[in-house]
């Protein structure tokens, strides 16, 4: 592909989804515990509207699963299931207007699916979010979980999953979609 046609791909995508230009998102993941039954991840979503027009009524609905290269990428970002997943609400954000919400997620331990060709039992944790207001399109967006990458590597490393309880207070997240 050349340089041209990488412009109009790049132009294509952004007019196919101009939310991401009028919102800002970043996930705070601030602490991930990983027991024999569950995992439970806390969180905040910072979220900045960046665009010329308030956004109302927004509501945000997001879950927690083992991201997993067995499973097709259409059906990993397509979440949240709206129908399991509780909304939370903001009534309004103007242009330049911050915002940030908290939760925690909970991940049943038989739902999880290890990071495959790995020596030992992994966990590759994936937030996903939907978002939908009045002065924007609704747009979805996902967001990888691990501990920071080593130095002189952009990867996030994934969590131990074996063993007793675990609980991991530094860790990352890198939008992914």
């Given amino acids: 592909m050349d340089q ?15 939310a991401r230009g009028a919102l800002s998102l970043a996930l705070a993941p601030a602490r991930i515990s990983i027991g024999q ?7 905040r ?15 945000i609905w997001s879950d927690l699963v083992s991201a997993h290269s067995s ?31 908290a939760g925690e997620w909970h991940l049943m331990r ?25 002065g924007m399109l609704p747009f979805r967006m996902a967001f990888i979980i691990g501990n920071p990458p080593k130095p002189n590597d952009n990867r996030l490393r994934a969590l131990q999953l074996d063993g007793g309880l675990k609980i991991h207070s530094r860790l990352a997240a890198r939008a992914i979609w």
């Fill in 37 to 43: 039954s569950k995992v439970s991840l806390n969180w």
């Fill in 110 to 134: 038989d739902e999880v699916r290890p990071v495959d060709n790995a020596p030992d039992r992994l966990i590759l944790p994936l937030a996903r979010f939907r978002l939908v207001g009045a």
């Fill in 4 to 18: 041209k046609e990488q412009l109009i791909e790049d132009d294509s995508e952004e007019a196919a989804n101009p």
């Fill in 71 to 101: 499973i097709p990428s259409n059906e990993q970002l397509g979440g949240p299931d709206m129908a399991d997943a509780q909304p939370q609400a903001i009534p309004l954000l103007a242009p330049g207007e911050k915002e940030s919400l």
């Fill in 45 to 59: 979503l910072n979220m900045t509207n960046t665009g010329d027009a308030h956004v109302v009524s927004l509501r």
